[in-house]
């Protein structure tokens, strides 16, 4: 059985995973492609999706392909597990002939300091996964990929939704969204909200906690008036305000003089 692994944290599982899932299907000769979340990245210290959420959506994402399978291995040890380690599980369970290793390109600049490299490159051949600007010596098959989305970016836009919806959902009024990034301000992103009464501030930051815990946010400071919350991140600001305050304050103006 010839088959092709494709591993990675898919926190979250974008457009640029789903093109290369098709592009190996369309390029490699294969029997299936087995498609593995991590648990923890080897090269990372946390996850901003958790593991099950990850696991649900990548195989909500390719349910349509009949070759692909979405394995959970990794996630179920509950610990970072080495690319070695499971390409050797694989074959133990699975009769293989071949087994390809896809990787994005800019994994080729680490890719020696993987766990028991020179014992990896005896199982797998390596797939690269073509990234804009990214040189991919002549020796390695590749992909050629027309999508580049940073999953920075996109967990940067998941995180900035699941807040707006969560204020928009409890009643806050008038959301405003600020990005920041590129200006000479001290955090990325600014979301400013009114309140409806001292308390319903107070109601919003509780609700905040636990959809921030979710998203990864290990540091969430509060500051806390009748009339102003301020939620701090550290990259991003969350202020909700009375409309007295608001109307005092206008930051709006502040803000929009100096976003980018």
């Given amino acids: 059985m010839v088959v092709a ?12 995973h789903f093109q290369v899932v ?18 923890l990245n080897p090269f990372k210290s946390s996850f901003f999706l ?28 509950k610990r970072q597990v080495t690319t070695y380690e499971t390409i050797s599980y694989l074959k133990i369970k699975y ?7 896809i990787i994005g390109a800019d994994n080729l600049k680490s890719l020696k300091k993987w766990h028991n490299y020179n014992e ?4 797998v051949e390596f797939v690269v996964a073509k990234r804009d600007g990214i040189k991919v010596p ?21 995180r900035v939704e699941k807040i707006v919806n969560l204020l928009d959902e409890k009643k806050a009024e ?3 969204v600020f990005d920041m990034r590129g200006s000479d301000y001290f955090v990325d992103d600014v979301i400013i909200a009114t309140t ?8 919003l930051a509780d609700y905040l906690k636990p959809v921030l815990r979710e998203v990864g946010e290990k540091s969430i400071n509060l500051e806390q008036s009748e009339d102003w919350t301020i939620v701090d991140l550290g990259d991003m600001l969350i202020h909700l305000m009375s409309s007295d305050y608001r109307a005092k304050y206008n930051l709006e103006e502040f803000l929009s003089q100096r976003e980018n």
């Avoid at 390719?62 to 394995?71: H, M, P, Q």
């Fill in 5 to 16: 692994v494709f591993g990675g944290s898919f926190d979250p599982f974008h457009e640029g």
């Fill in 50 to 77: 958790s593991e099950t959420v990850r696991f649900q959506k990548v195989k909500k994402a390719l349910a349509g392909f009949e070759k692909v399978e979405v394995l959970d291995f990794e996630i179920s040890q």
């Fill in 138 to 158: 002549e020796n390695y098959k590749t992909l050629d990929i027309k999508v580049d989305i940073s999953s920075t970016k996109l967990r940067r836009d998941m």
């Fill in 196 to 203: 409806l009464s001292d308390k319903h501030g107070f109601a």
């Fill in 120 to 123: 990896l490159e005896k199982l």
């Fill in 22 to 39: 098709k592009e190996a299907l369309k390029t490699l000769d294969l029997d299936k492609l087995f498609v593995i979340p991590t648990y």
């Fill in 95 to 101: 009769d293989l002939d071949k087994i390809y290793f």
């Fill in 174 to 176: 008038n959301i405003q």
